[in-house]
């Protein structure tokens, strides 16, 4: 079995391999959208597969929407010549289940695959015809926070972007520049309403993206490139919209494990394409089963009914604190903490270490006991029950293949929101006793003895990708494990560096605690191990 719409005809092999298809008519979907185009999507890579396109699915399903999702790709146009093209836009959806069961759906509801190429004078062209209708609601987003970023390291505007500002919207030609001139076409062809809608997993996501637009639509106002309404037009909430948005689902690299279970079903589309850009893709893409979007209800032109799929619709505050809850409290700082032990303890999945007694209780008492006293509860999901959904269902899932090392990429980058503002707000509170953390203070130390790259059996490794490793490798390099040295020397640069940490964790009143598990953790072989249980016993 391949993905075809000719194959998917086939409907006995496919019910015999339990692979769902779809079940509405394709080829009505497909005209209605070439008619009436709703919903554009930029970023055709595997969470969009997942999740954005599989909740369209459920309505075409149900039969309450008609149109499918226009998907278009700015980054790595191989994607959809060699990937969705070849399979006429179809996916397989694999859900794994923490039970150990799998589900199999073809995805459908991709109406088509445009590259954002101005030199594909085809697929520009349908861009503009698209963007120009007044039927179209909603473009969305999932380029990761790097595709809203216009400025180099030194704080100017990158070269791309400089000369998009003076080349105007007719020959811009990178990422945002060709969205805000896509947006201009929309202007100067009705000034029709539009949402645009970033899903990235960022915070203040809409935001994001509205100053990488306006950028632009002032850039080329000042040099009056475009008319003068245009910035007008982009500004105001009532002609273009920028919602927030919260987006969880963990959708990891097609996996190995996946695939030999597909072709022993009889699903041989399963060859892995790696592009030019490094980008892995395949005809289909694993996901959990577990998934949030929480959107803030701005659609000045209205939009699909989301909300029948399970989206949350909701308030840009409220928005604002379900990431809190999620980033500061309830999953992004228990996966930090697990990533952290998790390479120190030799482990290579993230579900592996739910079966660590120590590790489960260390992630119990950092989210429980010393995040739920100060979490932000956005009233429509309860932090305790996200907690245990966490902790009892999603990490533990053995399907998914997340490692601890991947989820140590960039930790100082993340340290401050996924325990800075949990400090700060004990620090802040006179009812609570911020020198009474315990187990954030462990993680702390616990990343500390991680760069040094070396295991708690002495062997090295090689730590994750971090923009700060370099300096930090050299504060530490006097640092040996079973060797005597000024701790408070090694470690004080670092813990009072409020960048990375969101506090000076001496001022916080944590800076020395932190030393002294660190001592304990680079005591020798075996003692990020015996750290572990000693403070577990005592808490």
């Known amino acids: 079995m391949r993905l075809s719409d000719i194959e998917c005809n086939q409907k006995e092999q496919w019910a015999a391999a339990g692979i769902k298809l779809p079940g509405f008519n394709r080829k009505a979907m497909k005209e209605a959208t070439r008619a009436c185009p709703q919903w554009v999507h930029f970023g055709a890579g595997n969470i969009f597969r997942a999740f954005p396109a599989a909740l369209q699915q459920k309505l075409l399903n149900e039969g309450i929407e008609k149109t ?70 909603m473009v969305s987003f999932t380029i990761t926070e790097k595709g809203y970023s216009l400025y180099a390291p030194d704080g100017s505007f990158r070269l791309e972007v400089q000369k998009d500002f003076e080349a105007g919207p007719y020959k811009a030609d990178s990422y945002i520049g060709k969205l805000a001139a896509l947006c201009y076409w929309r202007y100067t062809h009705g000034e029709a309403p539009l949402s645009l809608v970033s899903m990235d997993n960022c915070s203040h996501n809409g935001d994001k993206l509205f100053a990488a637009v306006d950028a632009y639509a ?36 097609p996996d190995d494990s996946v695939k030999k279970m597909l072709e022993e079903c009889g699903f041989t589309d399963t060859e892995n394409l790696i592009t030019s850009k490094n980008t892995y893709v395949a005809p289909f893409v694993n996901a959990e089963e577990t998934e949030y979007l929480v959107i803030e209800d701005a659609f000045p032109n209205g939009r699909p009914a989301l909300e029948r799929a399970g989206v949350i619709f909701t308030t840009r505050d409220t928005v604002e604190r379900v990431e809190r809850m999620k980033v500061c409290t309830c999953l992004n700082p228990l996966h930090t903490a697990l990533a952290v032990y998790g390479c120190l303890l030799g482990y290579t999945k993230i579900s592996e270490e739910m079966k660590d007694e120590d590790l489960v209780k260390m992630v119990e008492r950092i989210g429980y006991r010393e995040g739920l006293p100060v979490v932000t509860d956005p009233g429509i999901l309860s932090p305790r029950k996200f907690i245990d959904e966490v902790l009892q269902i999603r990490v533990p899932n053995p399907f998914m293949p997340d490692t601890p090392q991947r989820i140590a990429c960039d930790t100082s980058q993340k340290l401050s929101i996924r325990f800075g503002e949990t400090i700060k707000e004990y620090m802040a509170r006179p009812k609570l006793d911020v020198t009474a953390l315990r187990f954030i203070p462990m993680v702390q130390a616990g990343w500390c003895r991680y760069l040094l790259g070396v295991d708690d059996e002495g062997n090295t490794f090689t730590v994750s990708p971090d923009p700060m490793y370099e300096s930090l490798a050299k504060q530490l390099e ?53 750290t572990l249980k000693r403070h577990l016993s005592e808490a």
Not at 93 to 104: A, C, E, F, P
Not at 109 to 126: C, G, H, P
Not at 497 to 509: P, T
Request: glycine content about 6%; hydrophobic content about 40%.
């Open 478 to 530: 006097g640092v040996r494990i079973g060797e005597d040295c000024d701790v408070h020397e090694a470690l004080s640069p670092i813990l009072s560096d409020a960048r990375i940490f969101g506090v000076n964790l001496y001022e916080a009143g944590l800076g020395h605690y932190v030393e002294e598990v660190f001592a304990e953790l680079i005591a020798g072989k075996g003692a990020v191990r015996a």
């Open 218 to 253: 002032k850039a080329w106002t000042e040099r009056e490139l475009v008319d003068e309404g245009f910035l007008a037009y982009i500004e105001n909430p009532e002609t273009v919209a920028f919602p927030w948005s919260m987006i969880d689902k963990i959708t990891p690299r």
């Open 68 to 137: 499918g999702i226009i998907v278009a790709e700015g980054y790595d146009y191989e994607i959809i010549r060699k990937a969705y093209r070849r399979q006429d836009d179809l996916s397989l959806l694999v859900t794994l289940k923490s039970n150990g069961t799998i589900d199999k759906t073809v995805i459908a509801s991709v109406a088509e695959s445009l590259t954002v190429d101005r030199q594909d004078e085809a697929d520009w062209s349908r861009l503009q015809e698209i963007f120009a209708s007044s039927t179209l609601q």
